[in-house]
């Protein structure tokens, strides 16, 4: 039984972890906060665009050839996944990572290695593709500290720029959907080719200048960017979901075993003491006799 030095020592051991955890809760909770309010102020926009192409597609009655919604041969493609740059926040990173292995993969296997463009993002993602010895195209920080509505339109037209070229002909996402703080959903999403849904029975009669091609062509663009932002913006959140749930059932862990350690040191400090008595009572009946 380890003696009342090493308990004490353990006790302040797990105290100072358990402030250590808790104020990185609260951290992650306030970020959950903010970056749950930047999504839920967005996601009415993306809608709303989404919602204008679909009906405008939906009141023509011939079709628009929309070059960023072409389905060709598939030769080469783009994988773009999302993990943190830090540890400490559950099995959101090791989740992320056991879907892009896949899906790399099944892309591999099916196209050749040679014919993946990889970009991934977070210094998680990045390690473990170097450690695999998987060719990375781009590597890039964590969206932790970087996530703007401008870096995603960045990333968004060089992909919009690369299908049009025919440099790759699919575009797909691999990254956490944040479901609510404590469930985030490893998802592998197409964003190019774009899928255009025309609304049904749609009624609007639309009045577009120069014309309706010039439209769509622009508008899609816009609807494509909003998409990428939207998806950084969930994995952002979810980031911080993971964590602060990771956190706060480390709190909890640290001090359930403060518990325990403080019972373990009142029993040992318990059994000091009666040792002490005995050996007391021992002494003077000793002298006694």
Known sequence: MPNLKEIR???????????ITSAMKMVSAAKLK???GMTLSFLPYRN?????LANYLGSLEEEVTIPLAEVRELQHVTLIAFSSSNGLCGVYNSNIIKLFKKTYDEYAKQLGADHIEVILFGKKINEYAEKCGICVDQKHESL????SFDKATELSDRMVQRFLDHQTDRVVL???????AGVQVPTCETVLPLETNAAEGATFDY???????????????????TK????????????????????????DNAASLLQELRQQYNKARQNVITTELIDIVGGAEALNK
């Not at 990428?228 to 709190?251: P, Q």
């Open 9 to 19: 020592a353990r006790i302040n051991s797990v105290a100072s972890t358990e402030k």
């Open 34 to 36: 903010k970056s749950e």
């Open 48 to 52: 709303k665009l989404s919602e204008a």
């Open 144 to 147: 932790s500290e970087h996530l």
């Open 174 to 180: 691999i990254y956490n959907h944040h479901k609510n």
């Open 207 to 225: 009045l577009v200048e120069p014309s309706k091609e010039d439209f769509i062509n622009a508008l899609v663009p816009k609807v494509i960017r």
């Open 228 to 251: 990428f932002y939207s998806i950084m913006l969930d994995t952002f959140t979810a980031e911080h979901g993971a964590r602060m749930t990771a956190m706060h059932i480390a709190s």
